[in-house]
């Protein structure tokens, strides 16, 4: 590996507790046009070396004024802003009258959702025009729970159907990163080349979905608690200390090992 020496800009390093404290703008940044640059030099790479002058000569020539003022306006008039989890501030009345807690960060984000200033390290920036969309499970809280104003900032309401048998089935084969291409490549690291049978992926399709049904619905994640159930054993007595083993998994390996896990009913939820 051929190393070349470079001049660098000298950057300090981010303090966490600034972060800590909510300033998040780096002083250095804020100095940088008024104290001069600091350089140091470095042997690096080839490639990295190729990348860092990139950079360097790309904030010379870059106006950062201009791309400041053009973020600002993409994200006021283009924006999208997506709250996942929004069923875990949406608390029902307790006995003793509302969840405080929750509701609170309820009205925080009202301002925001309805349209604010909100102060950035870069600027001001007006949400009046940004698509505010949230999602949330809602299974043992329900939408109603939202403060009325909140709920009143979402009109459009779309309800997902729950994964079926296929969709999980489909999820197993299709994707480029499917979480069995995943489990095969972290075994064939111990020397474990392996497959599934098709048959072993309706299967495995199969209990995901009567999991899902019988406790509590968490999805796709399904799959990576069903696959650890199944794979335990061979995932602990892989070593890499031996040939490479061709494992293929079937239904009837899969029966052998789930049937009892997510078909038998859970007679602890009955014993008080």
Do not use: C, W
Not at 209 to 217: D, G, Q, R, S
Request: charged share 30%; no cysteine.
């Amino acid at each position: 590996q051929v190393l070349v020496e470079i001049e660098v800009e000298e950057r300090p390093p981010a303090s966490d507790a600034m972060f800590a404290l909510g300033f998040d703008t780096n002083l250095g940044d804020m100095l940088g046009g008024i104290l001069p640059k600091k350089m140091k030099r470095r042997k690096l790479p080839v490639s990295e070396a190729r990348r860092v002058l990139v950079q360097q000569e790309s904030e010379k020539r870059i106006d950062m004024d201009d791309v400041t003022r053009d973020a600002l306006q993409r994200a006021e008039q283009d924006g999208i802003i997506f709250i996942d989890e929004i069923d875990k501030i949406a608390g029902g009345r307790s006995m003793g009258g509302p969840d405080v807690s929750r509701e609170g960060v309820q009205r925080d984000i009202l301002p925001i959702v309805e349209g604010s200033t909100v102060a950035t390290k870069y600027g001001p920036v007006k949400t009046d025009f940004i698509l505010f969309i949230a999602a949330g499970a809602f299974h043992t809280a329900k939408v109603t729970d939202l403060i009325p104003e909140l709920q009143g900032r979402f009109p459009i309401r779309v309800k997902l159907d729950g994964l079926t048998q296929a969709d999980f089935k489909a999820i197993l084969t299709q994707p480029e990163n499917a979480v069995t291409k995943q489990y095969a490549a972290l075994l064939s690291a111990d020397s474990v080349k392996l497959s599934f049978t098709d048959e072993a992926l309706d299967e495995i399709a199969r209990y995901a979905f009567l999991a899902n049904e019988n406790t509590e619905n968490i999805g796709a994640r399904r799959l990576h608690t069903v696959l650890e159930n199944l794979l335990d054993d061979i995932s602990f007595n892989a070593s890499g200390n031996h040939p490479v083993i061709d494992m293929v998994v079937d239904a009837a390996y899969v029966n052998e090992r789930l049937r009892h896990e997510f078909t038998d009913e859970d007679i602890h939820k009955y014993i008080l």
